[in-house]
């Protein structure tokens, strides 16, 4: 059974401190990584890591993902109230549609 | 181009009682899936659907729970004879492809069961 497991559970910062969510995975035959926010409502997708070592970025986010030991992760730089979310993280398998198994996510907050 | 859309947004039940959830997918696209999150965690796929076909409902309880694709109208999940543990929200994604490229599965804004 495919398994990814988020670290932290739960987060609190204050504006403008960076912080480094992270993602262990466990999925046979593996295609892809991706990462969403979810803030009271829709999560909202952010990113989709195939490769190892290639760093993803939008703005102040950033990804990257490590195959050969199984995680990824995810930074936010300068950190605003408005990133206060569950950062979510979900793998995909190969021939699998986007039937994604998901983490239990991270809950950022961000204190003014 | 409108979103994912789910109706109803918060739904209440009585345990035994019926619940249905709707989920009209993006314009154009003909992958249906759904899942459920339970209070404090993650997603949890329970089935994906093409028009008129179930493809994979690895993820339903076997009782009580279907889904549905017609070919005209919305996706529908329905959960029969509720029970407090049904109480969750469940979310549709819709994409285009099968396996995107992009990683983009477009999420509704969930329907919120609450089964008294």
């Known amino acids: 059974e495919d398994k990814v497991v988020q670290s932290p559970l739960s987060l609190v910062v204050h504006e403008g401190d960076t912080v480094t969510l992270n993602c262990s995975y466990e999925?046979?035959?593996?295609?892809?990584l991706l990462w969403y926010k979810q803030e009271k409502k829709a999560p909202t997708f952010l990113f989709m890591l195939?490769?190892?070592?290639i760093e993803k970025k939008s703005g102040r986010l950033s990804s990257i993902l490590d195959k050969k030991e199984l995680f990824s992760i995810l930074n936010i730089t300068a950190t605003q109230t408005g990133d206060s979310a569950i950062y979510l993280c979900?793998?995909?398998?190969?021939?699998?549609?986007?039937?994604?198994?998901f983490g239990g996510g991270t809950r950022l907050m961000v204190k003014p | 181009n409108a979103g994912v859309m789910q109706n109803p947004r918060h739904l209440v039940r009585r345990r035994g009682q019926e619940a249905r959830l709707r989920c009209s997918p993006m314009?154009?696209?003909?992958?249906v899936y759904w899942y459920r999150q339970l209070p404090e965690e993650g997603l949890k796929f329970m089935v994906y659907?093409?028009?008129?076909?179930?493809?994979?409902e690895s993820g339903m309880p076997k009782e009580r729970f279907s889904a549905e694709f017609p070919k005209e109208g919305p996706s529908i999940l329905r959960i029969q004879q509720v029970v407090r543990g049904d109480s969750a929200a469940y979310f549709c994604?819709?994409?285009?492809?099968?396996?995107?490229?992009?990683?983009?599965?477009?999420f509704g804004e969930g329907s919120r069961l609450t089964v008294l």
């Open positions: 994604a819709s994409s285009l492809l099968l396996q995107t490229n992009t990683g983009e599965l477009f």
């Open positions: 999925v046979t035959n593996f295609r892809s």
């Open positions: 195939t490769s190892s070592g």
């Open positions: 979900a793998v995909e398998r190969r021939n699998a549609g986007n039937m994604l198994t």
């Open positions: 314009k154009g696209h003909s992958h």
């Open positions: 659907l093409q028009k008129e076909n179930i493809i994979d």
